[in-house]
């Protein structure tokens, strides 16, 4: 067990930040489509042009991603969670003996398609008399580069940082074991607090009602179950798969056949 916490892990926290700064900038085109006057308001705030701003927050947020990634690692090595291709191809360590990427895309693809069905049953998050985009292929291409942010920045967060602290926390109780239970609920409360993280957009959009607050949270902890789930199982590599494949239905499909 001390072998395993002793793994160095910093240069996966650092290609996870840079990482995230590259999809932060791709996500402000799908920002700005949802709220057109951010730019406006930040540069106004910040007094810096749009491109400062860009770079300043996107900087920004990759240096706080890869701070969490190497806590979130740190942390969980000793629980055998994170993420074992990037410590392959990084520090030379033995490849994991199987892999299961067709397995990882098509759970995201269905955990899509199961928020979609949500969606369909219930009700939107966000509900139909709120302002928003028209739905085009602009918008859809707009949705493509956003992707990424989901699949790196925000499994970094919810699930290296989150899921591997409150992994980390339970196990105490545990005796310092990965035990099944530990692990699920660990999932279950990085999914809730993966779907609590989405408020902060939906309240720009709409009033929080509790209605409003119910959906967007449920929905989008669906889909952090899953990644969650692969997080454990398969590592974080999977994870971000799934994710991305999820937002690639969610924010390129769906509005293409809108």
Not at 19 to 44: D, H, K, N, Q, R
Not at 225 to 236: D, E, M, S, T
């Amino acid at each position: 067990m001390t072998m395993v916490r002793s793994l160095p892990q910093l240069r996966i926290a650092i290609m996870l930040g840079i990482a995230a700064t590259i999809a932060t900038m791709l996500l402000f085109p799908y920002v700005l489509a949802l709220e057109p006057g951010a730019m406006a308001l930040a540069s106004a705030a910040m007094r810096m042009p749009a491109w400062a701003v860009v770079g300043v927050q996107s900087l920004g947020n990759g240096i706080v991603c890869f701070l969490l990634a190497w806590a979130g690692l740190k942390l969980s090595a000793s629980l055998e969670l994170g993420a074992p291709w990037l410590g392959a191809a990084l520090y030379g360590r033995a490849r994991p003996a199987a892999s299961a990427w067709s397995q990882a895309a098509l759970l995201g693809i269905a955990a899509a398609l199961l928020v979609i069905g949500a969606i369909l049953l219930l009700g939107a998050p966000i509900p139909d008399s709120s302002p928003k985009p028209h739905a085009s292929l602009g918008f859809a291409l707009k949705g493509l580069l956003a992707s990424p942010y989901g699949a790196i920045a925000e499994e970094v967060e919810l699930r290296v940082f989150a899921m591997g602290l409150f992994a980390w926390l339970l196990s105490r109780l545990a005796g310092k074991q990965a035990k099944p239970w530990v692990m699920i609920a660990a999932i279950v409360l990085a999914a809730l607090v993966f779907g609590a993280g989405h408020l902060p957009m939906a309240a720009k959009l709409v009033p929080l009602t509790a209605g409003v607050v119910a959906r967007v949270v449920a929905y989008n902890a669906l889909a952090g179950l899953v990644f969650g789930w692969l997080y454990w199982k398969r590592g974080l590599e999977h994870a971000m798969l799934a994710h991305f494949s999820a937002d690639l239905v969610l924010h390129v499909a769906a509005p293409l056949m809108a």
